[in-house]
Nanobody, 113 residues
Framework: QVQLVESGGGLVQPGGSLRLSCAASGFTFSSYAMSWYRQAPGKERELVARVNSYGGSTMYAGSVKGRFTISRDNAKNTVYLQMNSLKSEDTAVYYC??????WGQGTQVTVSS
C-alpha cells in the first residue's frame, strides 16, 4: 500500500535550519510530482513547495522562496525539504503529498527561541 513517512522535524531557533525527509513506498515514486504542505494551528493547510517527477522543475510559495529548497532522490524514493533562515511563522505541521492524492502523517516543526 502507499506510504509516505516524514521525518526531520523538531524544535529550532529562529534563523536556524532543518531538513525534512519523506520516504515513499507502494507506488512508482519516479512517476509522480511530490509536494510539501504545512498547516499551522488555526490555519488552513497550504502548499509550501512542489517538485516534478524527475526533479527538474520546482515551485515555491512566496513566503518561503529563497529560504526553502525542495529536492528528490528517485533512487531512494525520497523527497526532501531543506529549510533555512527559519522564522517563527514557519511553525507548523509539515506534510508530504503525492500527486495522485495521498498524504503522509506529518512532522512538527517549531521555530522558537
Amino acid at each position: 500500500q502507499v506510504q509516505l513517512v516524514e521525518s526531520g522535524g523538531g524544535l529550532v531557533q529562529p534563523g536556524g535550519s532543518l531538513r525534512l525527509s519523506c520516504a515513499a513506498s507502494g507506488f512508482t515514486f519516479s512517476s509522480y510530482a511530490m509536494s510539501w504542505y504545512r498547516q499551522a494551528p488555526g490555519k488552513e493547510r497550504e502548499l509550501v513547495a512542489r517538485v516534478n517527477s524527475y526533479g527538474g522543475s520546482t515551485m515555491y510559495a512566496g513566503s518561503v522562496k529563497g529560504r526553502f529548497t525542495i529536492s528528490r532522490d528517485n533512487a531512494k524514493n525520497t523527497v526532501y525539504l531543506q529549510m533555512n533562515s527559519l522564522k517563527s511563522e514557519d511553525t507548523a505541521v509539515y506534510y508530504c503529498f503525492v500527486a495522485f492524492g495521498r498524504w503522509g502523517q506529518g512532522t512538527q516543526v517549531t521555530v522558537s527561541s
